[in-house]
Nanobody, 127 residues
Framework: QVQLVESGGGLVQAGGSLRLSCAAS????????MGWFRQAPGKEREFVGA????????YYAKSVKGRSAISRDNAKNTVHLQMNSLKPEDTAVYYC????????????????????WGQGTKVTVSS
């Protein structure tokens, strides 16, 4: 079992920045990939970005690429999503998720490959 707790959401003006955090517990954090997803009102949950278990590789959705950065601290069991130049369309509940999958497997953008999820943190970007 893995427990994930997100924090850092809030209300921000367009053009602003937020740093979301996700604290993990329950399994060896450095052994699994981590992803960030979001769900806007009335829309399906979508991939935002992901980071490999080592932290060496990161992946981003086109919608946030160039404005976002994912990092992780395996010593502190945390992963972060830095979001800059925020737009109203970034408004959503943001979730972190853990992919415990096959050791050595590639990082995935498919939400169904992720095994554990946090409760989400809400981000609202005002225009």
């Amino acid at each position: 079992q893995v427990q994930l707790v997100e924090s850092g959401g809030g209300l921000v003006q367009a053009g602003g920045s937020l740093r979301l955090s996700c604290a993990a517990s329950g399994r060896t954090f450095s052994s699994y990939h981590m992803g960030w997803f979001r769900q806007a009102p009335g829309k399906e949950r979508e991939f935002v970005g992901a980071i490999s278990n080592s932290g060496w590789n990161t992946y981003y959705a086109k919608s946030v690429k160039g404005r976002s950065a994912i990092s992780r601290d395996n010593a502190k069991n945390t992963v972060h999503l830095q979001m800059n130049s925020l737009k109203p369309e970034d408004t959503a509940v943001y979730y972190c998720a853990a992919d415990l999958g096959v050791p050595g497997a590639a990082v995935t953008q498919d939400q169904y490959d992720y095994d554990f999820w946090g409760q989400g943190t809400k981000v609202t970007v005002s225009s």
